[in-house]
């Protein structure tokens, strides 16, 4: 049984209450940091649970703050857990140095190289300490269990539920870096965490895991046609074709207009929101 993490602050928010959280985490090696919105229906009864993965730069704080999500979260009796995006303050040389990388850039990958994995273990934190820190401590149904992101969050989704399909019963996300193998974001922090040997980057890469997973259920993903990381960064026309080839069934709606911004999660978070609930309140 793990330890109950420090209550940083709590915010009543639609009938329900928003805690921001701090641990000491055995797999990152460190103090950790988290959110949670629990709905109202938690004060009776366990409550399905949906992990929200942020993207560059964010922390905890952001798609609390941002996304709206708590009043859809409260009206389809859902509980959001929204981690940090990387370990931070942990004394690694370089770990500030840049926006893209290291210190709010985690990943959402187990690092391998010497400098960072004995903190940087994204991944394994995110699948494992952190639901079972959550089904210990707060009333959730533990095998209802649901993952959404933004961006690098949008990818560390669909990765956490293409290599689990046991655990996640259902996945979306708003303009994921959807192939990191074949984008500069990617390459970067695949280089970095995992080394040269570009074997091991397809364990993080959805455009390469949907070809042999089983998930199956089916992904919804929106894309704004203004982001200004689109044909860089983005490439979910990748994602579409492999997602075609292996049978996966994909939503993915182009929404015209709309950048890379909060205020275009918050334009489609109940949709995301409904597609977890189809998925988890049944
Ligand atoms: N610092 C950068 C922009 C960083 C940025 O846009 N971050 C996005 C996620 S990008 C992919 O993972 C984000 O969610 N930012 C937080 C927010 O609250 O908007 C720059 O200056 O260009």
């Not at 397809?202 to 070809?211: G, I, P, Q």
Request: aromatic content about 14%; glycine content about 8%.
């Amino acid at each position: 049984m793990s330890a109950f993490p420090k209550l940083v602050s709590e915010h009543l928010c639609f009938g329900g209450k928003i805690g921001f959280y701090r641990h000491v985490s055995d797999t990152c090696n460190g103090e950790m940091r988290f959110s949670v919105y629990q709905p109202p229906q938690a004060k009776s009864a366990p409550v399905p649970v949906l992990y929200f993965l942020s993207g560059l730069t964010c922390t905890e704080e952001n798609f609390m703050g941002k996304s709206g999500a708590q009043q859809f979260a409260a009206k389809y009796g859902i509980m959001l857990v929204v981690p940090d995006t990387s370990p931070r303050n942990r004394g690694i040389e370089g770990e500030d140095k840049d926006w893209d990388f290291g210190t709010g850039a985690g990943f959402y990958v187990d690092a391998t190289q010497e400098k960072w994995r004995s903190h940087y273990q994204m991944y394994s934190y995110v699948v494992r300490e952190l639901p079972a820190l959550i089904a210990d401590n707060f009333p959730v149904q533990p095998e209802k269990m649901g993952i959404f992101g933004h961006s690098m969050g949008g990818h560390g989704a669909l990765v956490c539920a293409l290599r689990n399909p046991e655990l996640y019963k259902s996945v979306s996300a708003f303009a994921p870096i959807a192939a990191p193998m074949r984008c500069p974001w990617g390459q970067k922090a695949f280089s970095n965490y995992l080394g040269a040997d570009k074997e091991s980057w397809r364990d993080y890469d959805a455009s390469e895991l949907v070809l042999s997973a089983k998930f199956k259920r089916p992904i919804l993903i929106d894309q704004g046609t203004a982001d200004q990381f689109l044909a860089e960064q983005l490439l979910p026309e990748a994602f579409e074709k492999a997602c075609a080839e292996a049978g996966q069934p994909l939503t993915l709606r182009y929404q015209e207009g709309y950048n890379h911004s909060y205020y275009f999660i918050a334009t489609f978070i109940e949709d995301h929101i409904r597609h977890h609930a189809i998925a988890l309140c049944s």
